[in-house]
């Protein structure tokens, strides 16, 4: 080998050295580069609770939820006693109780017995002694066709007294004898006519 050789030799092997580089680093160019994964997060996951809704309440204080109110309290010490109207009257008899029905009964039968009266001048006079059922039944009555105009006050007297309340007094008139049916509401309370009727002597 000549001395010229030797460089030529050299610059061969220098330009393969060269070739191999460049061939490694076109294939390293044409790899394809691996793709880029999205990191994950190692923060734990957190939920978001929404709390259940309360009950509102209104402006007197107690829950719209029926099963949120306080249970009743009673109290008292028993059943109250309410006042009621039917109250049965209840009397005896005794002298005080005869002779005012007799003197009422008396009194009443005359001025019944009125017939020269015009109505409205015998029914004002008249019905203050009657109750207020009977004053309302004699307004149909005809004062002119009462048939006495005398009691004789004095001959009254009791012919039923089965009860302390209603009783019947007879006395006589210059029409024969009639008969008042009186009653009342109570021991102290005054004795009122109920009706006015010609004795029945059948």
């Given at each position: 080998?000549?001395?010229?050789?030797?460089?030529?030799?050299?610059?061969?092997?220098?330009?393969?050295?060269?070739?191999?580089?460049?061939?490694?680093?076109?294939?390293?160019?044409?790899?394809?580069?691996?793709?880029?994964?999205?990191?994950?997060?190692?923060?734990?996951?957190?939920?978001?609770?929404?709390?259940?809704?309360?009950?509102?309440?209104d402006?007197?204080?107690?829950?719209?939820?029926?099963?949120?109110?306080?249970?009743?309290?009673?109290?008292?010490?028993?059943?109250?006693?309410?006042?009621?109207?039917?109250?049965?009257?209840?009397?005896?008899?005794?002298?005080?109780?005869?002779?005012?029905?007799?003197?009422?009964?008396?009194?009443?039968?005359?001025?019944?017995?009125?017939?020269?009266?015009?109505?409205?001048?015998?029914?004002?006079?008249?019905?203050?002694?009657?109750?207020?059922?009977?004053?309302?039944?004699?307004?149909?009555?005809d004062?002119?066709?009462?048939?006495?105009?005398q009691?004789?006050?004095?001959?009254?007297?009791?012919?039923?007294?089965?009860?302390?309340l209603?009783?019947?007094?007879t006395?006589?008139?210059?029409a024969?004898?009639?008969?008042?049916?009186?009653?009342?509401?109570?021991?102290?309370?005054?004795?009122?006519?109920?009706?006015?009727?010609?004795?029945?002597?059948?």
């Amino acid at each position: 080998m000549t001395i010229a050789a030797k460089p030529r030799a050299a610059m061969i092997a220098a330009l393969m050295l060269l070739a191999v580089a460049v061939t490694a680093t076109v294939a390293g160019c044409g790899r394809a580069q691996p793709e880029r994964s999205t990191p994950v997060s190692t923060s734990p996951a957190t939920t978001t609770i929404t709390p259940p809704a309360t009950a509102t309440t209104d402006p007197t204080g107690l829950s719209s939820d029926p099963l949120d109110w306080p249970t009743p309290t009673v109290t008292g010490t028993g059943p109250v006693d309410h006042p009621t109207d039917d109250v049965v009257p209840t009397a005896t008899w005794d002298d005080v109780s005869r002779q005012s029905l007799i003197s009422a009964a008396g009194h009443a039968l005359a001025v019944y017995g009125q017939p020269g009266l015009d109505f409205q001048s015998w029914f004002t006079q008249v019905a203050p002694l009657m109750t207020a059922d009977a004053s309302n039944n004699y307004r149909m009555v005809d004062p002119s066709n009462i048939p006495f105009d005398q009691v004789d006050t004095a001959s009254c007297q009791i012919t039923n007294d089965m009860s302390a309340l209603v009783a019947t007094v007879t006395c006589g008139t210059n029409a024969g004898p009639w008969e008042v049916i009186e009653a009342r509401t109570g021991q102290t309370q005054p004795w009122l006519a109920v009706s006015f009727l010609p004795q029945d002597n059948g």
